[in-house]
């Protein structure tokens, strides 16, 4: 079984700074994609920053330059450190990554539960 924990979230003034961490534990043979998607009330979730295992990223238009991820592939962890927050960055945060647990085929997209962040005005 494989499981991804996140940690982190909390409530912020805007302006301030967040750091998200998640872990991924279970039976794995590659992890490949690790991203982080968000969730605001009424809306639909949407990317907000991936890395691949070599380290290429990809960051929703909203959070460059504010939001950097970063990945550490000898703890199965990737990260999103959040600076210069603003209200409208406030939702429930959701790790991801595409997992292969078999020894041949393709991997599966797992999902954290989730870490609200909150930012006030």
């Known amino acids: 079984q494989v499981q991804l924990v996140e940690s982190g979230g909390g409530l912020v003034q805007a302006g301030g700074s967040l750091r998200l961490s998640c872990a991924a534990s279970?039976?794995?043979?590659?992890?490949?994609?690790m991203g982080w998607y968000r969730q605001a009330p009424g809306k639909q979730r949407e990317l907000v920053a991936s890395?691949?295992?070599?380290?290429?990223?990809t960051y929703a238009d909203s959070v460059k330059g504010r939001f950097t991820v970063s990945r550490d592939n000898t703890k199965n962890t990737v990260a999103l450190q959040m600076n210069s927050l603003k209200p409208e960055d406030t939702g429930v945060y959701y790790c991801?990554?595409?997992?292969?647990?078999?020894?041949w085929g393709t991997g599966s997209d797992y999902w954290g539960p989730g870490t609200q962040v909150t930012v006030s005005s």
């Open positions: 991801n990554a595409d997992i292969r647990t078999r020894l």
């Open positions: 279970g039976t794995m043979r590659s992890i490949n994609t």
């Open positions: 890395i691949t295992s070599g380290g290429t990223t």
